[in-house]
């Protein structure tokens, strides 16, 4: 990843906060996303995502805080802004009686293209995101996979500078998830900016340089996701079933700053280098056999340390 | 936040896509209804009725089932349509994450329903002519009425319906307002025969009644100054009901 440092970032948010009535959605959140990079919010449903997106993009007022957006104020040029971003919303809002192409076309004229440069654009997108073999049939009559691609390119009408994916692949097959981030990566090496949120670590940890992760309508750390695993606990993770009692005993001799999670009979410890304690373990049961596994150390494992809970579950 | 031409047109043709799939679906009711209309109660009952106002029961209806016309054109868009593009398709959520702004979607919702009201009254109209009901050329005066009649229920309906919570409350819009105004609005027969006093003047609120009484004026050929005051009622309810939806539209699409 290139960033050239004089850049000026493509979103700036300071201590942004948004109240909804009696809930504070989202509580003095900061975040800055550099020109060029692809950028994850991570978090559980309702920690506040969404909302951060959307104050973004100019739709929810911040009640505090400011947000620059190419370096100008969201409340002051939203139509500015919006002009040069596009957006893929959670839920998918096309129009399922038209056809992909007339999908587009409506699309293109919320950004005043005209022709021809209309159907240039339109053609280009069907191409991109391989849409031609369905491209004149209703769109209630596609696969999700298929509509999904078609809500990406419609946010990709405008060339945007900065694209917004909320949850990009949520309820997605494996397959169509695969060929959705491999389209992301093209356009983050083509040079555009990505912001998305998601609640699966595994997609912030392939597609993102940097990663947020949000709990509770803040910012509870930042970084590069192989850099967050080595600084917040370390890279091999072993993962054992072993009750509190037998803790003690199986454990005796690690490091005292090695992390270790409980959740229910399970066990996780995160370590350098998982040989010596696994010989330990092995030596400690006399060959009986125990549920115990050595993996690498993931995104989710960083968050259950900092949130005690798990993305999926919620907050 | 200031109205951007382009971009309300963007809205407009939005909707326009979507009805030009369908139209010859959609047009032909517009022609189907008044026909029924004019049969049943012009021929049906008018043949009891050897004249109301001075004219044929049938060409005493014709100006006012016009602008009913119209009204049912506006109010069906900016009731039903309006709620299911805001709630179930997301259209405007999907219009705001581009340089759309609230303005622009009422703006172009209002043309869109304008565009709908002078459809269903231009067909209206041109069963009125066939049947020979319309006094030729004079009641072309009449035809500047039909998008007057769907700017005031535009603007009435959808102050409505962005202040509902749910689609439901269409139902009482239609049988406790639209209804009412149809049957009370000098269509069916002349108000000022059958009111008196003070009631006159209530009845002035109605706001049917204006368009109404305009496009009979038309038909007639006898216009009077109360033309203005029709005018002025017309153009004045719709601006500020605009007013009034302009911050329904931002308070319900942003927040």
């Known amino acids: ?315 | 936040m200031s109205v951007s031409v382009p971009h309300a047109f963007a809205v407009w043709q939005r909707n326009a896509a979507m009805y030009r799939r369908t139209w010859m679906w959609n047009i032909l009711p517009n022609f189907f209804e008044p026909v029924l209309y004019l049969l049943s109660l012009g021929i049906g009952v008018g043949a009891y009725i050897t004249q109301m106002g001075g004219m044929s029961y049938a060409a005493f209806l014709a100006p006012g089932l016009i602008c009913v016309a119209a009204m049912n054109g506006a109010s069906f868009e900016v009731t039903y349509n309006i709620f299911v593009r805001l709630t179930f398709e997301r259209a405007y959520d999907a219009m705001l994450t581009t340089p759309i702004e609230p303005d622009d979607v009422l703006a172009g919702e209002i043309l869109w329903a304008l565009t709908r009201a002078c459809i269903y009254g231009a067909c209206f109209f041109i069963v009125v002519c066939l049947f020979g009901l319309a006094p030729l050329p004079r009641a072309l005066l009449a035809i500047p009425i039909i998008p007057l009649a769907g700017l005031l229920f535009a603007c009435i309906g959808i102050a409505f319906s962005l202040r509902i919570p749910s689609i439901d409350m269409f139902s009482f819009y239609f049988t406790l307002f639209l209804t009412p105004l149809f049957l009370f609005s000098d269509i069916f027969f002349p108000l000022k025969e059958r009111l008196s006093g003070a009631w006159l003047w209530v009845a002035e609120v109605l706001p049917l009644l204006h368009p109404v009484r305009m496009a009979r004026m038309a038909f007639r050929g006898d216009a009077s100054p109360i033309v203005l005051w029709d005018l002025a009622y017309v153009l004045s309810v719709s601006a500020l009901l605009l007013v009034w939806a302009r911050r329904g539209v931002r308070r319900r699409l942003t927040n």
């Not at chain 1, 909804?20 to 559980?44: K, Y």
């Not at chain 1, 959670?90 to 038209?98: H, K, P, R, T």
């Open chain 1, 1 to 315: 990843m290139a960033v050239d440092r004089a850049d000026p970032p493509i979103i700036e948010a300071e201590s942004v906060s948004k109240r909804f009535g009696a809930r504070l959605a989202v509580d003095r959140l900061s975040l800055m996303v550099p020109a060029g990079t692809c950028f994850g919010l991570l978090g559980p449903n309702g920690a506040g995502k969404t909302t951060t997106l959307r104050m973004i993009y100019g739709v929810t007022r911040p009640s505090s805080g400011t947000i620059r957006v190419f370096g100008l104020d969201i409340g002051r040029d939203p139509r500015a802004v919006r002009a040069r971003l596009g957006v893929t919303l959670q839920q998918n809002v096309l129009i399922e009686a038209l056809s992909p192409i007339d999908n587009l076309r409506v699309f293109g004229r919320y950004h005043v293209l005209r022709e021809p440069e209309l159907s240039r654009r339109v053609n280009e997108l069907i191409d991109f995101l391989e849409l031609r073999s369905h491209a004149t049939v209703p769109v209630r009559t596609l696969s999700g996979g298929f509509q999904r691609r078609l809500a990406i390119a419609l946010s990709l009408m405008n060339q945007p500078e900065l694209l917004i994916l909320d949850e990009p692949t949520t309820g997605l097959d494996p397959a169509v998830r695969l060929a959705l981030w491999s389209k992301v990566r093209d356009l983050r090496t083509a040079g555009t900016t990505v912001l998305l949120t998601t609640h699966y670590m595994d997609e912030a940890q392939r597609l993102c340089d940097r990663v947020a992760i949000v709990a509770n309508g803040s910012v509870i750390t930042e970084g590069a996701p192989l850099d967050l695993i080595m600084t917040r606990l370390a890279p091999q993770a072993v993962e054992i079933e072993c009750t509190t009692d037998e803790e003690p005993g199986l454990l005796n001799g690690l490091p005292p700053k090695a992390h270790r999670l409980r959740a229910g009979g399970r066990l996780m410890i995160f370590l350098d280098d998982a040989t010596a304690l696994v010989n330990r373990i092995h030596a400690h049961d006399h060959g009986e056999r125990r549920d115990l596994i050595v993996r690498p150390t993931n995104l989710e494992d960083v968050f259950l340390a900092m949130t005690g809970t798990t993305l999926e579950g919620g907050s």
